[in-house]
């Protein structure tokens, strides 16, 4: 298993720091930086900042919302990219939610599995450069001919070769419909609250993916990568300190990370068997109650969330979370001294 930074997104100003936290994590021998976006920053430009200064770890985006972008548009960002580092681009995408989607973007979120279906094929046309780039789907028709054309679009090659045809898509997917369809036409996949106990619930998901005619992976060169917060600690006093911290990210992400109607992590806490707390953490956080919302976060949710311990605790954490098929461990280190530390133990 491979370890990689999870630089996430900003908050209300750019983060400090976070160069050296990149040098770190290339002299350490993390296998790859990841950048995020929501509705402020972006995933390409801090990538490209920040990876300036890099010469051997992947760069990944964690993720890229396809509802901000043309597909088109998006493959350019990523093949530019993948020249510049000399191929080491990793290109993570997901649906985001339909408060951003439509709210933010202004564009509907009917269908995600179609679009995302649409989205990838594109992408990957751009990337083959064999023809110039069509798609007959109702999503992102290409040449354009609906309402306001002039009807003068014409299908194109980039003018740009691209540097790999198959550079690595992985897509973030939460339900079971989704991470089927991600096995069956991506290269891996980012889980959200992925953890060893909630592993087995995705089996047989992936697998009805892998199985279906065409699927452009198997297990076995298919990547999960999946983000947790990994911290040392001496004690059972400290390791408590962490966790409380953790909290208040837990219960955003349950209770207030999108629409009561629809809220695709609420529903990903249901079907690992915490329902009627995420019902409870949701009602009081949508009320503006959000310390009571945190304060019913359980202990052991945390502790199954996250890697938090002394040396020998993470170290058989890690290892678990290594045999559910994880392949690369995201990690959201804020110092290079942690970075290093994490490195030096699991090395």
């Not at 080491?88 to 679009?115: C, D, H, N, T």
């Not at 070769?161 to 980012?190: F, S, Y």
């Not at 806490?269 to 009320?287: C, P």
Request: net charge negative.
């Amino acid at each position: 298993m491979k370890l990689g930074l999870q630089l996430g997104y900003w908050s209300a100003r750019p983060p400090q720091g976070v160069g050296e936290l990149v040098a770190a994590a290339e002299d350490a021998g993390f296998d790859a930086i990841f950048t995020a976006e929501a509705w402020g920053s972006d995933a390409f430009t801090p990538l490209a900042w920040w990876g300036r200064g890099t010469s051997r770890v992947r760069l990944g985006t964690s993720i890229v919302q396809m509802s901000g972008r043309t597909p088109a548009s998006i493959a350019m960002h990523a093949l530019t990219l993948d020249h510049l580092t000399d191929g080491r681009v990793i290109l993570g995408m997901g649906v985001s939610g339909p408060q951003v989607v439509e709210g933010w973007y202004g564009v509907p979120f009917s269908k995600p599995l179609a679009r995302t279906r649409e989205v990838v094929s594109i992408i990957r046309q751009v990337l083959a450069r064999e023809a110039p780039v069509t798609n007959d789907g109702p999503h992102h028709p290409l040449p354009y001919n609906g309402p306001g054309a002039v009807g003068l679009g014409k299908p194109l090659k980039p003018i740009v070769h691209p540097l790999r045809a198959d550079l690595p898509i992985w897509l973030g997917a939460e339900g079971p419909k989704n991470v089927a369809q991600t096995a069956e036409i991506a290269d891996g996949w980012i889980p959200i609250f992925y953890t060893p106990k909630s592993a087995g619930m995705y089996q047989p998901w992936l697998d009805e993916g892998f199985a279906r005619p065409g699927a452009r992976r198997t297990r076995d060169d298919f990547e999960i990568a999946a983000t947790c917060h990994l911290q040392i600690v001496e004690n059972v006093e400290q390791k408590q300190v962490v966790i409380d911290g953790m909290k208040p990210f837990v219960s955003l992400y349950m209770g207030g990370m999108g629409a009561k109607e629809q809220n695709f992590h609420h529903q990903v806490f249901t079907r690992m068997g915490y329902g009627e707390l995420a019902d409870e953490v949701q009602e009081l956080y949508l009320s503006g109650e959000k310390d009571k919302a945190t304060a019913l976060i359980p202990d052991e949710l945390v502790d199954d969330m996250h890697i938090i311990g002394t040396p020998g605790e993470v170290k058989e954490r890690v290892a678990q979370w290594e045999e559910t098929g994880v392949t690369t461990l995201l990690l959201s280190c804020r110092r290079a001294a942690e970075i290093r530390q994490v490195a030096e133990l699991l090395a």
